[in-house]
């Protein structure tokens, strides 16, 4: 069974870094783009930063200049450092990726970590 866990979230004050980690584990032939999103109370998901195969990277306007995506030597892992914090960045993070298993391609979301911007 393929699975996306996060870790990395917690509670930080409003200019800090905070550095947010993805695996993925299971049976996996391939990975295609891998993303983060987030969800603030009250709003719908948005998209923060994806990144492709190559190395592409696309990121969400709010974000642009104070985070980046990055995919790890083991194009299993996936890291979002986020510098910069502002008290509108609070919301539930989850990663995402396009994963290739037993023969199938299958969208695929991690559980979701909470990060908090506040003094």
């Known amino acids: 069974q393929v699975r996306l866990v996060e870790s990395g979230g917690g509670l930080v004050q409003p200019g800090g870094s905070l550095r947010l980690s993805c695996a993925a584990s299971g049976i996996i032939f391939s990975i295609g783009p891998m993303g983060w999103y987030r969800r603030a109370p009250g709003k719908e998901r948005e998209l923060v930063a994806v990144i492709g195969i190559g190395g592409n990277t696309n990121y969400g306007d709010s974000v642009k200049g104070r985070f980046t995506i990055s995919r790890g030597n083991t194009k299993n892992t996936l890291s979002l450092q986020m510098n910069s914090l502002k008290p509108e960045d609070t919301a539930v993070y989850y990663c995402?990726?396009?994963?290739?298993?037993?023969?199938?391609?299958?969208?695929?979301w991690g559980q979701g970590t909470q990060v908090t911007v506040s003094s």
């Open positions: 995402n990726a396009e994963i290739t298993s037993r023969g199938r391609r299958n969208e695929y």
